[in-house]
């Protein structure tokens, strides 16, 4: 073989070797170019997702929980008694309340007629508030000395007053309708202690009933004593109409 012949064996023979060894030699690149600098992370396959699980982003953004309206139902009997229960402790609690008044400030003093018992006088109960006894009939004002310690009096019976101002007469405070309070509303009730007189318009209220200091008496306290009052039993008794002075007649 010439020198020529030689040389150009062993070229065709070191490209052949080359060509052979070139794609062992990209794929070696390729392997080496994943893992080194600046490559780019393999992408990563999402696993199938069960049915009903949320994803991250709805897990870091819950929906709102839904709005839940109660329905509308009309009150039911035991709604009803409820409310009516509670109605008739808030009046109990009231003539509760009034019938305390009553008895510290003395109503039954005057208002109740006294009779004579072994203990000596005291009230009748069994005629409570009912007021001066429409059969113990006074005519005329007493005697009384026109100057002096003695220049007023009471009956008896605790119900009948005489002085400068004539005779006056305790009231029916029971809920009688035609002798008592019976057709008194609470409004005339405090009209009548605010104003001093007979049902808030009338007569003046005659002495010695304190009205000036019982006009002082919260709302509340005076409605309190008027549910008393129309809570005990009324007893039919006509008061009379008070009697002027000899000087006014």
């Given at each position: 073989?010439?020198r020529?012949g030689?040389?150009?064996?062993?070229?065709?023979?070191?490209?052949?070797?080359?060509?052979?060894?070139?794609?062992?030699?990209?794929?070696?690149?390729?392997?080496?170019?994943?893992?080194?600098?600046?490559?780019?992370a393999?992408r990563?396959?999402?696993?199938?997702?069960a049915?009903?699980a949320?994803?991250?982003?709805?897990?870091?953004?819950?929906?709102a929980?839904p709005?839940?309206v109660?329905?509308?139902?009309?009150?039911?009997?035991?709604t009803a008694?409820?409310?009516?229960?509670?109605?008739?402790?808030t009046?109990?609690?009231?003539?509760?309340?009034?019938?305390?008044?009553?008895?510290?400030?003395?109503?039954?003093?005057c208002?109740t007629p006294?009779?004579?018992?072994?203990?000596?006088?005291?009230?009748?109960?069994?005629?409570?508030?009912?007021?001066?006894?429409?059969?113990?009939v006074i005519?005329?004002?007493?005697?009384?000395?026109?100057?002096g310690v003695?220049?007023?009096?009471?009956a008896g019976?605790?119900?009948a007053?005489?002085?400068?101002?004539?005779?006056?007469?305790?009231?029916?405070l029971?809920p009688?309708?035609?002798?008592?309070?019976?057709?008194?509303?609470?409004?005339t009730?405090?009209a009548?202690?605010r104003?001093?007189?007979h049902?808030?318009?009338g007569?003046?209220?005659?002495p010695?009933?304190?009205?000036?200091q019982?006009?002082n008496?919260?709302?509340?306290d005076l409605?309190?004593?008027?549910a008393?009052?129309?809570?005990?039993p009324?007893?039919k008794?006509r008061?009379?109409?008070?009697?002027?002075?000899?000087?006014?007649?």
């Amino acid at each position: 073989m010439t020198r020529k012949g030689i040389v150009a064996s062993t070229t065709l023979a070191g490209l052949c070797a080359i060509l052979m060894a070139l794609p062992a030699g990209i794929d070696s690149a390729r392997a080496a170019g994943a893992s080194g600098p600046g490559a780019a992370a393999p992408r990563a396959v999402a696993a199938p997702r069960a049915e009903g699980a949320t994803t991250p982003a709805q897990a870091s953004h819950p929906a709102a929980a839904p709005v839940t309206v109660a329905p509308s139902h009309p009150p039911t009997v035991a709604t009803a008694a409820r409310a009516t229960a509670a109605g008739a402790k808030t009046q109990s609690d009231r003539v509760e309340r009034g019938k305390y008044l009553v008895n510290i400030m003395v109503c039954n003093d005057c208002h109740t007629p006294w009779a004579m018992t072994p203990k000596g006088p005291e009230p009748d109960m069994t005629r409570q508030l009912s007021g001066h006894p429409q059969d113990v009939v006074i005519t005329a004002p007493p005697q009384l000395a026109a100057a002096g310690v003695f220049n007023w009096a009471g009956a008896g019976t605790m119900t009948a007053f005489a002085g400068p101002w004539g005779v006056s007469f305790t009231a029916n405070l029971t809920p009688d309708p035609e002798t008592g309070l019976g057709k008194w509303t609470e409004d005339t009730f405090i009209a009548a202690l605010r104003t001093g007189r007979h049902e808030g318009q009338g007569r003046p209220i005659l002495p010695p009933m304190p009205w000036p200091q019982f006009r002082n008496a919260t709302d509340e306290d005076l409605k309190a004593i008027f549910a008393y009052l129309q809570s005990i039993p009324p007893i039919k008794n006509r008061v009379p109409q008070p009697i002027e002075p000899p000087e006014a007649q």
